[in-house]
Antibody
């Protein structure tokens, strides 16, 4: 059974960098699938941030691309996200999720982590 | 970006009702649309993709239809477990966007 577990700092101060890690268990990320990050501000809707393949192929939301880096650590079976120069508007629950197709990015996410809440406040 | 607009924003219904949620896109695309269900404090759950393909394990009372700019999610007979928030999402372009959500609550 594939499981995703997000972990993060708990609190980030503006204008620092938010760093999150998604640990995948029950599946080796080198075997396939794109892995993505999606966020949800409190009481609001969902926003896709970025997706990555184990080879390093990446896709970014254009509205966040200048501040975001997504990466993989195959030795740890982890996917990471860095969001620079954060503001209060970046306060959200951050989810890690698996793209449904094993070989291409579809943008359909079929397995999700439980999410981690990241407040941004001074 | 393609903007996705859902209606209604809130829907009150009773167990056994048939309900329909609409999602409209700012640009036309084929059937690259998914629907998710989200309950409070939980991650979204994939229900439907390619506008009408039911994800494995999702009850058959859920169905999706549409193409172009207008899509619908229908629940044929509401069950207590279905009261949640529903989101549509387009994946036509490599800038996936979600609708603002439709909260389905108990009348």
């Amino acid at each position: 059974q594939v499981r995703l577990q997000e972990s993060g700092p708990g609190l980030v101060k503006p204008p620092e960098t938010l760093s999150l890690t998604c640990t995948v268990s029950g599946y080796s990320i080198t075997s396939g699938y794109y892995w993505g990050w999606i966020r949800q501000p409190p009481g609001k809707g969902l926003e896709w941030i970025a997706s990555i393949y184990h080879s390093g192929s990446t896709y970014y939301n254009p509205s966040l691309k200048s501040r975001v880096t997504i990466s993989v650590d195959t030795s740890k079976n982890q996917v990471s996200l860095r969001l620079r120069s954060v503001t209060a508007a970046d306060t959200a629950v951050y989810y890690c999720a698996r793209d449904k197709s094993p070989e291409i990015t579809t943008g359909v996410f079929d397995i999700w982590g439980q999410g981690t809440m990241v407040p941004v406040s001074s | 970006d393609i903007q996705m607009t859902q209606s209604p924003s809130t829907l009150s219904a009773s167990v056994g009702d048939r309900v329909t949620i609409t999602c409209r896109a700012s640009q036309s695309f084929s059937t690259w649309l998914a629907w998710y269900q989200q309950k409070p404090g939980k991650a979204p759950k994939l229900l439907i993709y390619e506008a009408s393909t039911l994800e494995t394990g999702v009850p058959s009372r859920f169905s999706g239809s549409g193409s172009g700019t207008e899509f619908t999610l229908t629940i044929s007979s509401l069950q207590p477990d279905d009261f949640a928030t529903y989101y549509c999402q387009q994946y036509h372009t490599y800038s996936y966007t979600f609708g603002q959500g439709t909260k389905l609550d108990i009348k």
